[in-house]
């Protein structure tokens, strides 16, 4: 990471200057008045928004949430691959590793054939394929990730720290609407529920609301959407143990089928001690409740006992625990506009997270598809409130992951329906129902890069583009997250990896890997491009990066050549590719990278044409907008002037 850009400061060098607001209106008991953006709950989805935002010393931002202080205990573990490289953009990724549970591999029990009541192992699978991300999936306690999030808060330029005990009392938007202006069309009203408090009513007048607050979300209701789907009418218990057990693979995720007492997952959690068991109970009746059972936890154990047989489980300790059941729900929109009046009206209040999409938690993916929500969310919102974008941008947030939304409740659902279906004992041939086990592996097998996140694929639209030039990067998909590789560091040989220059801070990000003889071209491909980007009038960097700002505030241009890096003579590059930056305008020598000798070519890994190039345009969100050759000045231009404000 950079620091001392702006003078050497004996501190944290993840502590960020405070900004000149947050100097002035230190956190302090009350809520603020009037702030750009309200999120009401401090979950994955909240929290994730918060940091983002937090990151721009001139957006006015405030979470409230309805618990009087932070969650100590979550309930939401599993942290996919894709998740773990959003966690890189926000710089708390090796504390994750550090702490968490890897999970390596994932092994499938059934009932043995022989002797049904007892279980048996029938396979193993790698749980993530090679190559498919730097990081591992792993397990950690919900609560860490939002610890990790309110220290990036804490360090921001904005010093955001939440405001607890706020219970949502009502959210108006008015009429009146300019967009970006003076004016704050949302009204909330929250109720404060700690002791020394209660009753006190506070209003909040926002530019832009966004309700993370869960299943039961207040601010949905408040626009008039609605979570619309169905119930599988399926018993689940959930509960966090320590536990001693024979069971072999205790430390392994764990798919179980039995032939009596139903089915458990596994999941093993951090420490090397503490275990999560899914475990599956009774069926419901049509209009039965789960409430309606009082099912015990005493219950959920001695249900996983029988389902261990011929295996000992004796629980020492249930850290928490609960029952639910198993339902797919989905808003049809993710914000307060009806679609009829997309075309006269913009959108002021969001929905992200469990408040729009809720399912089984099997796949694992409910923090983190909530993460992804808000994630995409704010990078728009912080390019609309900085007078980047016009606030018709914002559209594209609904448009975009309520696709994706309904997605993920089509796989759970057929995900949710096989594991809670009894094992077929004759290969589900014979007629008698259920489930092969075999076929359940290999579900599990056929959908792991959507369980690792990595399904998501975003449709051609203002902020996407077409994949007519992807023949010159065909590993890295438009509409896809940035497959990142290895590479090394031209000015000072350091390794490393290309996507862990994309930081979570609003910019996008040009990856131009040049052609094989681009160094002898100063006025063609990659060099040609720099001279664009540098000096032509319609050039994006040049149309929409303001006056006073760093060269590289808006565009983030990193340049990867095929030569070795002792070849590449660093002052002789452009400018653009040496921007002087800060208040001393020092050179940044980090924008450029040539492959690493001891691995893997990026341009093998990621099919990039050799003798062409090619420029790959990322997202704040780190997912791929286009893939454009060298040359195509004019259709890079006109692709940002699309939804982008000149300065």
């Known amino acids: 990471?950079?620091?001392?850009?702006?003078?050497?400061?004996?501190?944290?060098?993840?502590?960020?200057?405070?900004?000149?607001?947050?100097?002035?209106?230190?956190?302090?008991?009350?809520?603020?008045?009037?702030?750009?953006?309200?999120?009401?709950?401090?979950?994955?989805?909240?929290?994730?928004?918060?940091?983002?935002?937090?990151?721009?010393?001139?957006?006015?931002?405030?979470?409230?949430?309805?618990?009087e202080g932070p969650l100590h205990l979550g309930q939401a573990d599993g942290i996919a691959c894709r998740t773990m490289e959003m966690f890189q953009?926000?710089?708390?990724?090796?504390?994750?590793?550090?702490?968490?549970?890897w999970i390596n591999e994932v092994t499938f029990w059934k009932p043995d054939e022989q002797q049904p009541a007892n279980i048996v192992r029938h396979g193993r699978v790698q749980d993530t394929e090679d190559g498919l991300s730097e990081f591992p999936h792993v397990v950690l306690n919900q609560a860490r990730v939002h610890d990790?999030?309110?220290?990036?808060?804490?360090?921001?330029?904005?010093?955001?720290?939440?405001?607890?005990?706020?219970?949502?009392?009502?959210v108006k938007v008015s009429e009146k609407q300019d967009g970006r202006g003076g004016d704050y069309p949302v009204t909330v009203t929250l109720e404060r529920t700690d002791a020394a408090h209660a009753g006190q009513v506070e209003t909040v007048r926002a530019r832009y609301v966004v309700g993370c607050d869960g299943a039961r979300s207040a601010v949905r209701k408040s626009i008039g959407r609605e979570l619309v789907g169905d119930a599988a009418n399926q018993a689940w218990g959930v509960m966090d143990i320590l536990p001693l057990t024979d069971f072999p693979d205790i430390r392994h995720k764990v798919a179980i089928q039995s032939s009596h007492g139903g089915n458990i997952i596994i999941i093993p959690r951090e420490g090397g001690h503490l275990v999560r068991l899914y475990v599956e109970m009774d069926k419901l009746g049509e209009d039965e409740r789960v409430a309606q059972r009082r099912i015990t936890a005493d219950q959920l154990i001695a249900a996983a006992q029988r389902i261990f047989h011929p295996y000992k489980l004796d629980v020492k300790e249930v850290a928490w625990w609960s029952v639910y059941e198993i339902g797919h729900r989905i808003c049809d929109k993710y914000d307060d506009v009806p679609t009829e009046q997309m075309?006269?009206?913009?959108?002021?209040?969001?929905?992200?997270?469990?408040?729009?999409?809720?399912?089984?938690?099997?796949?694992?993916?409910?923090?983190?598809?909530s993460m992804q929500d808000s994630f995409n969310l704010g990078w728009k919102l912080a390019a609309v409130l900085r007078g980047l974008s016009p606030p018709s941008l914002l559209h594209s947030y609904s448009a975009e992951r309520q696709e994706m939304g309904q997605m993920l409740i089509d796989f759970d659902r057929e995900w949710a329906k096989i594991i809670s279906d009894k094992p077929a004992t004759d290969g589900g041939?014979?007629?008698?129902?259920?489930?092969?086990?075999?076929?359940?592996?290999?579900?599990?097998?056929?959908h792991l890069r959507f369980t690792a996140g990595m399904g998501v694929q975003y449709k051609p639209s203002l902020i996407c583009g077409d994949a007519r030039h992807q023949a010159l990067a065909t590993g890295f998909e438009v509409g896809t997250r940035f497959h990142s590789a290895p590479v090394l560091r031209v000015s000072d040989a350091r390794p490393f990896h290309l996507g862990h220059a994309h930081k979570a801070d609003g910019r996008w990000r040009l990856y131009?890997?040049?052609?094989?003889?681009?160094?002898?071209?100063?006025k063609g491909g990659l060099l040609g491009l720099c001279r664009f980007l540098q000096e032509s009038p319609d050039s994006p960097?040049?149309?929409?990066?303001?006056?006073?700002?760093?060269?590289?505030?808006?565009?983030?241009?990193?340049?990867?050549?095929?030569?070795?890096?002792?070849?590449?003579?660093?002052?002789?590059?452009?400018a653009i590719l040496l921007p002087q930056k800060g208040r001393y305008g020092l050179r940044d020598y980090e924008k450029v990278f040539?492959?690493?000798?001891?691995?893997?070519?990026?341009y093998d890994l990621r099919g990039v044409n050799r003798e062409q190039g090619a420029l790959v345009v990322v997202r704040p969100d780190q997912y791929i907008a286009l893939v454009l050759p060298l040359d195509a000045h004019q259709a890079l231009a006109d692709f940002f002037a699309g939804f982008m404000l000149a300065n």
Not at 148 to 170: G, I, N, Q, V
Not at 344 to 357: M, N, T
Not at 429 to 434: A, I, N, T
């Open 594 to 602: 040539s492959p690493d000798p001891r691995g893997e070519d990026i």
């Open 343 to 369: 075309g006269s009206r913009l959108p002021h209040v969001f929905i992200a997270g469990d408040a729009c999409h809720t399912h089984s938690p099997k796949a694992g993916q409910g923090m983190n598809f």
């Open 541 to 574: 960097v040049r149309q929409f990066t303001r006056p006073g700002q760093d060269p590289d505030a808006v565009f983030d241009l990193r340049a990867v050549f095929q030569q070795r890096h002792t070849e590449i003579a660093i002052e002789q590059l452009p």
């Open 148 to 170: 990790f999030y309110l220290d990036f808060m804490r360090k921001s330029p904005s010093r955001l720290e939440p405001h607890y005990a706020r219970k949502l009392l009502d």
């Open 429 to 446: 041939k014979g007629g008698r129902g259920g489930v092969d086990p075999k076929a359940m592996q290999k579900y599990f097998e056929r």
């Open 1 to 67: 990471m950079q620091f001392y850009l702006d003078g050497v400061r004996g501190r944290d060098p993840y502590t960020a200057e405070p900004s000149a607001y947050a100097q002035a209106h230190p956190h302090g008991e009350a809520a603020p008045t009037e702030v750009d953006v309200l999120i009401v709950g401090c979950g994955p989805a909240g929290l994730t928004l918060a940091a983002q935002l937090s990151a721009f010393a001139g957006i006015r931002t405030a979470i409230v949430e309805q618990k």
């Open 89 to 101: 953009a926000f710089d708390f990724v090796e504390r994750v590793l550090q702490e968490a549970c």
């Open 512 to 522: 131009a890997f040049a052609g094989g003889q681009d160094l002898s071209k100063p």
